[in-house]
C-alpha cells in the first residue's frame, strides 16, 4: 500500500537550510506552490464493502491490494450464508447469451489463476489426497475436478448433445464419452445400463468455500483492510449520496465508494438511498418463491468415493470436506416456510437418489441441511456497477456468484481504483431497470 512519507531529513554532513527570517519584509506567499523539498501522493480511496461472502471477500481483498482504505462490514460471520451453503459449482455450462458466457468462462480461468498464486489448488486428480494440508486452513479449497452428466430420455439427451456441441463451438471443453470411459474417470459411478454416453466438461469443479473465505478475509486484513461483524458490521443506514454507511452499532463510515455485496438484501440496501433505480431479484421471502434452495450433506463417504461433479437427471452431487458429499435436486421445492419435518423427507430422498448414482453411500446418513436463498436477478443476468442516483454505490449481485466472484473483483476493482469503465459490464449495468431504459445488449 502506497502511503505519503515523512518529509527527509538533512543528509548527514550536510547543513539543514536556514529557516527564513520573517522579522524582515512582507511575509511569504502562501499560495505559491508547495516547497520542493515536501513530497505528496494521493489519498487513498475509502471503500466499504458491504457483504463478506464469496464475491463481497474476493472484492475486499482485491481493493485492499490496490491500495484502498477498505472496511468490510459482515452482520454475522464471513461466508455464513449462501456462500456457505452454496453448490459451488464453477462452471459456464448453460449460461446464455454468449457473452455471458464468455463473462463466466473468464471466471473459471480466474480461480484457476488465484489458487495458484495463492497456494489453493488441489492434486491432479482434482481432490486433496487424505491427510493433505495443501492449501489454506488444513485443505485445497479450489478442486478443478471436471463434471459429468447425462440424461435418461430421448429429449433430454438431445438437448444434452445439443448443449455440449454449441460449447465445444464456443471453445468451452466439452465432448460426449462412452459409459466406459465416464467409468475410468469416476469409478464411483454407477450408470444405469441404458446410459452408453455421457457428456464430459473437464475444466469444470468446484470451491469448498469455508477455507477459501477464510483466506480471503486474512488477505484483505494483511492489506490493511478493517474487518466488522456482528452488530458492527449490520448496515443500519446508507446516506443518499451513498458515501456514508451507519452500522447497527452507531459507528459512521465515510467512502468515497460503497460497494453493496450483500446478496438477497442488495435491493434493501441500495433502496436506503432513496435512488429511482430498483434491483429487481427473484422474490425470495414469500410461499412458493423460486429462489430457495435444499442443499443436503451426507456422509461420512466409504473411500475411495466421489471424486468429481456429477449431474444426474434426478440428483446432483459433489464431494465436500471431511468425507462428506453435498446435494442437490432440480425438483426439490422448498422455500423458507417449509416445515422442518418436510425439509428432513426431502433430505432423506436425496440421499436415497445419491446411492442410486454413485458408490461409497451406503452407511451415509444425513448430516445436514440447509435452504439457501440465491441471489438471482430479475432477468437473469447479473447486476453489476455504480447504482443511479446514488453517488457513490455501487452494486455487485449475481446468481453466479461463486464462479464470477474472482473475475468480477479484478473488473470492479479496476473501475473503481482505474476510473474506466470495463466494456466486459456493460450489458450488466443497474441502469438497464430504470423506467424508460433501452434493452441492454448482450
Not at 539543514?16 to 508547495?34: C, L, N, S
Not at 416456510?337 to 444425513?366: F, I
Request: proline share 9%; net charge positive.
Amino acid at each position: 500500500m502506497t502511503r505519503a512519507s515523512w518529509p527527509a531529513a538533512p543528509s548527514p554532513g550536510r547543513a539543514a537550510a536556514p529557516r527564513p527570517d520573517h522579522t524582515r519584509g512582507p511575509r511569504p506567499d502562501r499560495t505559491t506552490a508547495p516547497r520542493p523539498d515536501r513530497t505528496t501522493a494521493p489519498r487513498p480511496r475509502r471503500c466499504v464493502v458491504i457483504g463478506a461472502g464469496v464475491l463481497g471477500a474476493c472484492v475486499a481483498a482485491r481493493l485492499a491490494e490496490a491500495g484502498a482504505e477498505v472496511t468490510l462490514l459482515e452482520q454475522a460471520q464471513p461466508g455464513h450464508a449462501a456462500t456457505r451453503w452454496s453448490f459451488a459449482w464453477l462452471n459456464s455450462n448453460d449460461k446464455r447469451p454468449r457473452a455471458y458466457h464468455h463473462l463466466n468462462h473468464a471466471g473459471m480461468r480466474a480461480w484457476a489463476e488465484l489458487a495458484a498464486s495463492a497456494g489453493g489448488g488441489a492434486d491432479m486428480d482434482g481432490a486433496a489426497g487424505p491427510g493433505s494440508t495443501a492449501g489454506m486452513d488444513g485443505g485445497a479449497w479450489y478442486r478443478p475436478a471436471g463434471n459429468v452428466e447425462w440424461a435418461m430420455d430421448a429429449p433430454g439427451w438431445e438437448r444434452l448433445a445439443a448443449r455440449v456441441r454449441r460449447l465445444a463451438g464456443w471453445g468451452y471443453p466439452a465432448r460426449l464419452i462412452g459409459a466406459d470411459e465416464a467409468a475410468e474417470l469416476e469409478p464411483s459411478l454407477r450408470l444405469p445400463r441404458s446410459v452408453a454416453e455421457v457428456a464430459w466438461f473437464p475444466d469444470e469443479g468446484y470451491l469448498l468455500t469455508g477455507p477459501l473465505i477464510s483466506q480471503l478475509v486474512k488477505r484483505a486484513v494483511r492489506h490493511g483492510a478493517t474487518l466488522l461483524t456482528g452488530q458492527p458490521g449490520r448496515v443500519a443506514g446508507v446516506a443518499a449520496g451513498g458515501g456514508t454507511v451507519r452500522t447497527a452499532a452507531g459507528q459512521v463510515i465515510k467512502a468515497d465508494t460503497v460497494v453493496c455485496c450483500a446478496g438477497r438484501w442488495v435491493p434493501e440496501l441500495a433502496a436506503l438511498t432513496g435512488s429511482a433505480c430498483p434491483v429487481p431479484l427473484i422474490p425470495w421471502a414469500a410461499p412458493g418463491a423460486k429462489a430457495p434452495g435444499l442443499v443436503v450433506r451426507a456422509g461420512p463417504v466409504t473411500p475411495p468415493g466421489l471424486a468429481r461433479v456429477v449431474h444426474a437427471p434426478d440428483v446432483y452431487l459433489r464431494p465436500h470436506a471431511d468425507g462428506m458429499v453435498q446435494l442437490e435436486a432440480p425438483d426439490a421445492a422448498v422455500d423458507l416456510h417449509t416445515p422442518d419435518a418436510v425439509l428432513g423427507r426431502w433430505a432423506g430422498e436425496l440421499l436415497r437418489r445419491a446411492r442410486r448414482v454413485v458408490n461409497g453411500l451406503d452407511r451415509a446418513s444425513v448430516a445436514g441441511y440447509q435452504v439457501c436463498v440465491r441471489p438471482m436477478p430479475a432477468d437473469g443476468r447479473s447486476i453489476v456497477g455504480p447504482l443511479p442516483g446514488a453517488g457513490g454505490l455501487y452494486v455487485a449481485v449475481t446468481h453466479s456468484g461463486v464462479t464470477l466472484a474472482a473475475h468480477l473483483a479484478g473488473l470492479i476493482t479496476a473501475e473503481l481504483i482505474g476510473g474506466t469503465a470495463a466494456a466486459e459490464l456493460a450489458p450488466y449495468r443497474p441502469g438497464r431497470f430504470l423506467a424508460g431504459a433501452g434493452a441492454a445488449s448482450g
